[in-house]
Structure formats: structure tokens, C-alpha cells
């Protein structure tokens, strides 16, 4: 029952492609927010979607993040090309949202509200969730440490309930956020 919980391609799994889609499509709907940055964000969000149901190696030989399907002589040009302008893509708003989240932190003091207080959570939560994603491959490839089932599972069971938390705890964050109230003259 576990396995079936928490595969790679199980509930939780279908779930989280569920969620970053909605989160996309919530994002296009959200009017106080600019119109460019609502762009942004449900790019991201469906990129994320795409991400999850492995979209990101469906058309192509391999998986486009991967710095050796940019290297490798079996990937054809115009594959190459097409990922590279993808990817490209992805960096450039991700980049552009981060600038928008340090200035929505920094400057506005954005951490101090209920919606930045929440944002938070799934901003930290990504790198982490990818880490333990990653952690035993890793400790097996450099070390030969293998982990015993019960802690495969649990690292699984973590890492895809991780994954699925996220989109919700953005859509939670777009729930909560109002359009700022007119400063007194």
C-alpha cells in the first residue's frame, strides 16, 4: 500500500501535477497582481506541471535540464536548440521572480504578512524537497551507502508529500493575498 501511495507515478505524484496546473491557472485569474508578473508566475507554475508529469524529456532524447543532452553527439540540433530556448526561458523568469520576491520582501517588508509568511514555506521547501529527492543516489554513487527499504520508503514518502505541498501552499498564499488598501494622502 505504501508503494502504491507514494511511487513515482502514484497519487501524490498525479496530485502535485494537479495542483501547480490549478496554481497556473489561479495565477491568471488573480487581478490585483500586475499583469506581467501573473505571466510570469503561471509560466512557472505550468513549467513546474510539465516538470512533474516529465514533460521535460517526452520530446526530446533525454531530459532537457541535463548539462549532457547539450554535450551529447546522439541529441540532434534542432532538439538541442528548442531545449536550450526552453531552459533559457525558464532562467530568464525565474530570475525575474526572484528579483520580485526580494522586493516584495525586502523593500514592502513582505515576510512580516500572512502571505509572505506562507510564501516562504514552499520557497524553502523546493531546494529541500530536491535534495532529498537526490540523497540516495548520491550517498550510493560517492559512498556505496545503501539505505535499508523502511528508509527508502520514508525518504519517498517525504520527498513526493513535499512536492505535492507546495503548489498547495502557493494557492494558499494567492488566497490570502489582497489587493493593498489606498494610502491615506
Sequence with gaps: MFTLLFFERGPFEQLSIVLWALLGAAL???RPLP???RLAMAAVAFAFAAREADLHKAYTVMS???IKFYWSPEVPLPQKLAGGLVLLTLIALLVFLTVQLYGYVVRRRGLLTPVGQVMAL???MLP???VIDRLSSHLYEMFQIVFPLTVQQLIAA???GMEMAIPLLFLVALLLHREAPPRAP
Design 122 to 124: 514552499p520557497v524553502l
Design 35 to 37: 499583469l506581467c508578473l
Design 158 to 160: 517525504f520527498e513526493e
Design 28 to 30: 491568471l485569474l488573480k
Design 64 to 66: 532537457i535540464t541535463k
Design 128 to 130: 529541500v524537497s530536491k
